[in-house]
């Protein structure tokens, strides 16, 4: 396969500006940028599979241009509700330094990063006008989707105006760095053809660009949200263990399809786990493909590696085997409580609302449903203490088969 028929049989081209843009990405050789705006201090998973084909394009020998929005992001591109909330200077700052480092980090330091609030900085608003927005038609505006949508709820100037700046940006980097093609996600197709437009009319030249779909769940939901919360790309946010649970479990019938967005893995590769996923879907073996290559790109072998382990440790019940780190990263989403004190089992599960009462709590115990630090406990006189506790810190009671309660010695 050529590279552009390696990106369509992996599901990642939806809309496209050039008649020969095939034989631009086959060549090997051409500048190309992808933007986000800092709206957080990190990207997350559903930002992730744009970044995957950027750095795919890359490794084919195409020059990548990692653009980060601190002019755009000031703003906020319009959504379909509501106006974006406007974020403070320093705020975006900060988020722009976090999104810089992880850029780097997923391109080993071979990416081109920019900030378009450079080329913003300074430029007076009635130059920009005339430079700009004197070749943008107000219909041709009002015709953008996302605009459209937005006009009988209300939309502010600022919101409207979005379109201009990031297509500006297209103009930009087409004149200063070479850059002939935009690669986004298929949402931004209206600002992507405002910039095409305007490198054409101020120019009289072709500029190039495609987008890739969305990426969904089989139930419509955007891939890498886990209960209304984004997966974050920064590890401190999400850990490589929730991402490594996320993976293993996402639908059967979807996971070939993320192979083919979100690894480098070759169609062979994907074709045989595919193969092996039909005959023996309960070894899950694509699952546990896709969670390496992804928690491998965004972490590293070692991180990966620790996100399997607490994984097989929790599944076989050996709790006391983690480390205090490894505990916070496995039961980030729990409530944790905290005692000063040694304190008898059947109080501290009453106490801790473990269980509801202290007959509730011996019941549990005598019938061995009770596990602390992965020993079953039995004795209704056990004491828990600093010095049982994981490195005199952690206390993780199980109830049940799945059920737990982490508990901190203060």
């Not at 269980?355 to 828990?384: H, P, Q, V």
């Amino acid at each position: 396969m050529t590279l552009f028929e390696e990106l369509e049989w992996r599901g990642l081209v939806k809309d496209t500006a050039g008649d020969d843009l095939a034989d631009k990405i086959n060549s090997k050789n051409i500048t190309f940028y992808w933007g986000t705006d800092p709206t957080a201090d990190s990207l997350h998973l559903g930002h992730y599979s744009s970044l995957v084909t950027a750095k795919r394009l890359a490794k084919a020998g195409h020059h990548p241009i990692l653009l980060c929005g601190g002019a755009t992001g000031l703003i906020g591109d319009p959504r379909p509700t509501a106006e974006r909330e406007i974020i403070s200077k320093e705020t975006l700052q900060k988020n722009l330094e976090g999104i810089k480092k992880q850029v780097e980090r997923i391109f080993e330091g071979k990416a081109e990063v920019v900030n378009n609030y450079d080329w913003f900085k300074g430029y007076e608003v009635t130059d920009f006008l005339r430079d700009v927005g004197k070749y943008v038609n107000i219909n041709y505006m009002l015709d953008k989707d996302i605009i459209r949508r937005r006009l009988d709820s209300g939309i502010t100037f600022a919101e409207f105006a979005y379109t201009l700046i990031q297509g500006y940006d297209f103009l930009y980097l087409f004149e200063n760095k070479n850059c002939i093609m935009q690669v986004e996600g298929s949402d931004q197709w209206g600002n992507i053809t405002t910039g095409i437009d305007l490198i054409r009319k101020k120019l009289g030249k072709q500029a190039y660009a495609f987008t890739m779909p969305l990426v969904l769940d089989k139930y419509g939901n955007k891939f890498g949200k886990s209960e209304g919360n984004a997966l974050w790309l920064d590890r401190s946010k999400t850990s490589s263990y929730e991402l490594y649970q996320y993976l293993i479990n996402v639908d059967d019938e979807m996971v070939i399809d993320y192979l083919k967005i979100f690894t480098f893995l070759t169609k062979e590769e994907i074709e045989a786990l595919d193969q092996k996923n039909k005959e023996h879907p309960e070894l899950r073996e694509a699952h546990k493909m896709l969670a390496q290559c992804i928690i491998t790109d965004l972490h590293g072998k070692e991180a990966y590696e620790e996100a399997v382990r607490i994984s097989d440790t929790l599944f076989r019940g050996d709790i006391a085997n983690l480390t205090a780190a490894e505990i916070e990263d496995a039961f980030k989403g729990i409530e944790k409580k905290t005692i000063t004190a040694e304190m008898n089992v059947v109080d501290c599960l009453v106490q801790m609302q473990v269980c509801s009462s202290k007959r509730e709590a011996r019941e549990f115990i005598s019938n061995g449903s009770i596990t602390i630090n992965g020993k079953k406990i039995t004795d209704l006189d056990f004491m828990l203490t600093k010095e049982f506790a994981i490195e005199q810190k952690y206390i993780v009671i199980r109830k049940g088969k799945k059920k737990y309660f982490i508990i901190v010695f203060a």
